[in-house]
T-cell receptor
Framework: AQSVTQLGSHVSVSEGALVLLRCNYS??????LFWYVQYPNQGLQLLLK??????LVKGINGFEAEFKKSETSFHLTKPSAHMSDAAEYFC????????????FGTGTSLTVIP | GEEVAQTPKHLVRGEGQKAKLYCAPI?????VFWYQQVLKNEFKFLIS????????ETGMPKERFSAKCLPNSPCSLEIQATKLEDSAVYFC???????????FGPGTRLTVT
């Protein structure tokens, strides 16, 4: 069975500060991992994905995430927060060898303080 | 097209009425998924298709919900006799390959009054 845990439903950072959003997963097979962002009243936009290649994945808007198998983690980071980063962030996992659906975390709401 | 299209953007139905939502996946994508977002931070999987065949329907409330993906037509999600708790944003997503990233549509906001 697969599941995703996002620690911290709300995270606040100052503009220019480091952003760290945590994601831990459980999967019985090698996982594919994703981070999506959702702006108010909009759909999901893919930030980045891990699909068994490089463990450090770079995405759009300066975000990156590192797959750590030993910690079953896929935390999202950005060195310097921008006001436009304020949004809801979702971590998701899918099985690498099936067409099955995504399992989403419950999301982390990021607030950027000017 | 290069984006998943969903129509309508908003849908309002009285309790007990039928609601039908449509999704056009990205051309060439074989997998289509439907999700329900009731609260801001909870995505519930409903059903997935591989081409026109149901792939996984474990999330579907079968007594009132049905879905189809027919060749050369948009996929559809239909809710018979809507209830207040069906009020949610329904997202459609498509994927090119097994385990690949899912591209999400903008969603349909269903309000049941």
């Amino acid at each position: 069975a697969q599941s995703v845990t996002q620690l911290g439903s709300h995270v606040s950072v100052s503009e220019g500060a480091l952003v760290l959003l945590r994601c831990n997963y459980s999967s019985s097979v090698p996982p594919y991992l994703f981070w999506y962002v959702q702006y108010p009243n909009q759909g999901l936009q893919l930030l980045l994905k891990y699909t068994s290649a490089a463990t450090l994945v770079k995405g759009i808007n300066g975000f990156e995430a590192e797959f750590k198998k030993s910690e079953t983690s896929f935390h999202l980071t950005k060195p310097s927060a921008h006001m436009s980063d304020a949004a809801e962030y979702f971590c998701a996992v899918s099985e690498s060898n099936t067409g099955n659906q995504f399992y989403f975390g419950t999301g982390t709401s990021l607030t950027v303080i000017p | 097209g290069e984006e998943v299209a969903q129509t309508p953007k908003h849908l309002v139905r009285g309790e007990g009425q039928k609601a039908k939502l449509y999704c056009a996946p990205i051309k060439g994508h074989s997998y289509v998924f439907w999700y329900q977002q009731v609260l801001k931070n909870e995505f519930k999987f409903l059903i997935s298709f591989q081409n026109e065949n149901v792939f996984d329907e474990t999330g579907m409330p079968k007594e009132r919900f049905s879905a189809k993906c027919l060749p050369n037509s948009p996929c559809s999600l239909e809710i018979q006799a809507t209830k207040l708790e069906d009020s949610a944003v329904y997202f459609c997503a498509s994927s090119q390959s097994r385990g690949g990233e899912e591209y999400f549509g903008p969603g349909t906001r269903l309000t049941v009054t």
